[in-house]
C-alpha cells in the first residue's frame, strides 16, 4: 500500500533560517513524488516534481530511496514562503496520495 | 487560457437539498479527479474518472455521486445535503503522468 507520511503538522522558523519540511513514503514500486503548496486564499498548486530536478522559489527536494524521504529544503525562508505544504506520491496510474501537510510559518 | 474552474466559490444550503458543484477544465486532461478538504488539513480523494464514461469511487466513503459525459466536464452532485457534508471540495485534472491541476475549490455549508 502507499502511503505518505508528513511527520510535522506545523513548522515555524525566522526569516533567513533554512527550513526542512520532512516527508517519507512507503511504495512498492517505483514512485514519482511531488510538493504542493497552498498558499492563504490561494489554490493548492504544483510546486516541484522529482523528476525534474529543479529548484521552484529557492526549494529543493532530493528523492532518497534508500530512506524513502523526499524531504524539502530551502537554505534562507522568506515570509512569503508560510503556506501549507503537501507531499504527494504517485503510481504507474497517476493516481495521487496526498499527505496530512505541514503548515510552515515564518516569522519577521 | 487553460485552465481548471469550479463554481460556485461558495454555497450556503439547508439540509435536504440537492446540490451539484461544477467542475470543468479547458486542458484536454483525460483524468478528473473530487478531492474533499477541510481548510487547512488533509486531503482525501471521493471521486476520479480516467476518461468519458468512467468514474470510480476514492478512498474516503462519499454519498456524492459524479459524472463524466464529456471530457472537460466532471460534475460533483449530492442528492440531500446534511450538515456532515460541510467542507471545501477540490477538483483536479491532470495528464496521463505528471502533476495535478487543481481549481480553486468550493466551499460548501449546509445550514
Known amino acids: 500500500a502507499q502511503r505518505v507520511t508528513q511527520p510535522e503538522k506545523l513548522l515555524s522558523v525566522f526569516k533567513g533560517a533554512p527550513v526542512e519540511l520532512k516527508c517519507n513514503y512507503s511504495y512498492s514500486g517505483s514512485p514519482e513524488l511531488f510538493w504542493y503548496v497552498q498558499y492563504s486564499r490561494q489554490r493548492l498548486q504544483l510546486l516541484l516534481r522529482h523528476i525534474s530536478r529543479e529548484s521552484i522559489k529557492g526549494f529543493t527536494a532530493d528523492l532518497n530511496k534508500g530512506e524513502t524521504s523526499f524531504h524539502l529544503k530551502k537554505p534562507f525562508a522568506q515570509e512569503e514562503d508560510s503556506a501549507m505544504y503537501y507531499c504527494a506520491l504517485s503510481d504507474h496510474n497517476n493516481d495521487m496520495r496526498f499527505g496530512a501537510g505541514t503548515r510552515l510559518t515564518v516569522k519577521p | 487560457e487553460a485552465d481548471i474552474y469550479q463554481t460556485p466559490r461558495y454555497l450556503v444550503i439547508g439540509t435536504g437539498k440537492k446540490i451539484t458543484l461544477e467542475c470543468s477544465q479547458t486542458?484536454?486532461?483525460?483524468?478528473m479527479y473530487w478531492y474533499q478538504q477541510d481548510p487547512g488539513m488533509e486531503l482525501h480523494l471521493i471521486h476520479y474518472s480516467y476518461g468519458v464514461n468512467s468514474t470510480e469511487k476514492g478512498d474516503l466513503s462519499s454519498e456524492s455521486t459524479v459524472s463524466r459525459i464529456r471530457t472537460e466536464h466532471f460534475p460533483l452532485t449530492l442528492e440531500s445535503a446534511r450538515p456532515s457534508h460541510t467542507s471545501q471540495y477540490l477538483c483536479?485534472?491532470?495528464?496521463?503522468?505528471?502533476?495535478?491541476?487543481f481549481g480553486s475549490g468550493t466551499r460548501l455549508t449546509v445550514v
Open positions: 483536479a485534472s491532470s495528464e496521463l503522468r505528471g502533476g495535478y491541476t
Open positions: 486542458m484536454g486532461h483525460d483524468k
